[in-house]
């Protein structure tokens, strides 16, 4: 079974990579370490895995780079084999092995003081969680974009209907399982097949379009020989591209013509409540 301490610690070596290509041609060191209010030194020996910034300054870099403190850091888990369903089934038998073992007063169960109640249950939420997470398809607003083109219309009004009113966080995973459930029957094998290569290089770490001459790490180094053969010398790549971008243009159609339909059925109705007496 996967050990999550080990999975989710952070690779300090490819994180100050990412640092070292984010910074690179963007701002000086010196001028970094000025605003910063840290010595250039510094600046160095974090892009060089010579030392770790803390939280406060990975922050302030993620707001000043505009982007997410996790396409920053980097734990160990992005750099290998996924969480699959036999971790999750593993980390269950623990739990039911703890139970088996440990008592719990009677009270403890009837208050319900506290959810999780074994060290086991904690590892095993976590590497559900994770688990979970990697099985949807769509987990961002712009894999959601990405895959919208190839919603059938009344599947979309279908999804909406049944969210209806049940954003926020508690029911997101609610959305996810519709998402996924939608993604699950695209009926357009290639154009599918284009979003998991986008997905692949632009969506999924290590980003083939923010990998620079200063990446020094295997992993984005085979990366751009993986993109290199995928993408620039796979024909079928351009037939996929090709039949994504006719369904792309045909979903705008559709969204145009309902547009129209329905501006031209509210016209009619305001038409018909005129009095011409």
């Known amino acids: 079974m996967v050990n999550i301490h080990e999975y989710f610690s952070i690779d300090w070596e490819s994180t100050s990579d990412n640092l070292r290509e984010l910074i690179g041609g963007v701002i000086s060191e ?8 840290v010595s250039k030194r510094t600046i160095y020996n974090w892009c060089n895995n010579k030392a770790r910034p803390g939280i406060d300054e990975l922050l302030l870099l993620s707001k000043f780079f505009n982007i997410e403190i996790s396409h920053i850091l980097v734990t160990k888990g992005q750099l290998c084999e996924p969480i699959t369903e036999v971790d999750y089934n593993e980390s269950r038998q623990l739990v ?20 999780i109640i074994y060290e086991e249950e904690f590892i095993s939420h976590v590497i559900f969680n994770e ?20 919603f059938p219309i009344d599947q979309l009004c279908d999804l909406l209907c049944r969210v209806e009113f049940n954003w926020g966080y508690a ?20 154009a599918k097949k284009f979003i998991e290569y986008y997905r692949e290089y632009y969506l999924t770490y290590p980003y083939v379009e923010t990998i620079s001459e200063l990446a020094k790490l295997d992993i984005k180094r085979t990366k751009c ?6 993408i620039m010398e796979n024909n079928n790549f351009l037939q996929c591209h090709d039949a994504y971008k006719k369904a792309y243009e045909k979903f705008i159609k559709k969204l145009k013509f309902l547009d129209y339909v329905y501006n031209f059925k509210e016209q009619c109705e305001k038409d018909s409540d005129i009095d011409y007496a």
């Not at 688990?131 to 190839?150: A, G, N, Q």
């Open 30 to 37: 010196k001028l970094l370490a000025d605003a910063m209010c």
């Open 131 to 150: 688990y979970v997470s990697s099985t949807y398809p769509i987990k961002h607003v712009d894999e959601f974009l990405l895959s919208l083109p190839l």
């Open 171 to 190: 029911n997101r995973n609610y959305f996810m399982e519709k998402l996924k459930y939608s993604y699950d029957r695209i009926d357009n094998p290639a």
């Open 225 to 230: 020989d993986r993109y290199e053969k995928d």
């Open 96 to 115: 039911e092995a703890a139970r088996k073992k440990q008592s719990v007063s009677t009270d403890q169960l009837l208050t319900g003081k506290y959810e």
